[in-house]
């Protein structure tokens, strides 16, 4: 007999995992992979941490995945006690099915940005996640390419960035603020010095303190303010850095920019669409 799976969370009732019924057909299938992390998930320290929603006569409305998994486990001899569960009204069938319905229904969006600064605001940790979750709306090759940056040579289909820029227009100040204005590091410092100090790869350490750069906040007037009072050496960085961006009618049109027929040229060369 192998060991018994915990239950780590409460329920309105305790229910017998055998007594348990699928309601809902077969409207979702469980792949391979993700079956394979909802099982390593069930079998960690977190084990069973949610209860089941069911209507009547122990009708599941979620939960199924985790039914085929536990069914699976105990056919292999891993033991559970009685399932969490928590009864949802319903007047009949019909109304139980449309309850489903909204119970899988996702109306929000797990952003790759969103999702960056949710692990990093609660501390938790990266690979676990990728490992031991299916995220929906979520592709991690995606995320990881984005915050890495794209390759070389890439299909300008495939590029899901716009070279079309539309920057705003601003009139620079009489006086140079003061560097330290222009932008606030702090909390990518914080968790860049938290990424210096785990013992994480130093390949992925590598990544993500490249990754924490994003949450660097600029000033962009005061960039602008201090952009106007520099000497080209620095104007011509800042322009290459896309801390300034130079939109060729409006800013040379209202003398904010001056920009010289060679780096216009070049730029219509390389990207002629825009123009």
């Avoid at 998930?41 to 939960?63: E, R, T, Y």
């Avoid at 130079?246 to 669409?273: C, R, T």
Wanted: aromatic letters at 10%; a negative charge; one cysteine or more.
């Amino acid at each position: 007999m192998k060991e018994t799976i915990k239950i780590t969370c409460g329920g309105q009732k305790f229910v017998p995992l055998s007594e348990l019924k699928n309601f809902q057909g077969n409207l979702k299938e469980l792949g391979r992979e993700s079956f394979e992390k909802l099982r390593r998930q069930i079998l960690s320290k977190k084990g069973f941490s949610f209860p089941v929603f069911v209507w009547g006569d122990n009708n599941l409305l979620d939960g199924h995945q985790r039914l085929f998994v536990l069914q699976h486990l105990v056919k292999k001899g891993y033991s559970i006690g009685p399932i969490p569960v928590v009864e949802i009204e319903a007047a009949n069938k019909k109304e139980a099915a449309e309850k489903l319905l909204a119970l899988n229904s996702h109306y929000g969006k797990i952003t790759d940005q969103g999702l960056f600064d949710f692990i990093n605001d609660n501390d938790l940790d990266f690979d676990t996640l990728v490992d031991d979750l299916d995220l929906p709306d979520f592709d991690i090759d995606v995320f990881v390419n984005e915050f890495e940056g794209g390759g070389e040579g890439e299909a300008e289909g495939d590029n899901q960035y716009t070279k079309k820029i539309t920057a705003p227009v601003y009139e620079p100040k009489n006086e140079k603020p003061p560097i330290t204005e222009l932008f606030d590091s702090e909390k990518s410092d914080k968790f860049e010095k938290k990424i210096r100090g785990s013992k994480i790869p130093e390949a992925e350490k590598k990544f993500l303190i490249a990754a924490a750069k994003r949450h660097v906040v600029f000033n962009y007037q005061k960039i602008a303010d201090y952009y106007a009072h520099s000497n080209k050496d620095v104007q011509g960085m800042m322009e290459e850095s896309a801390l300034v961006i130079i939109d060729f009618d409006k800013a040379i049109e209202n003398g904010y920019v001056k920009l010289s027929e060679e780096i216009a040229g070049q730029y219509l060369e390389d990207y002629p669409d825009d123009a």
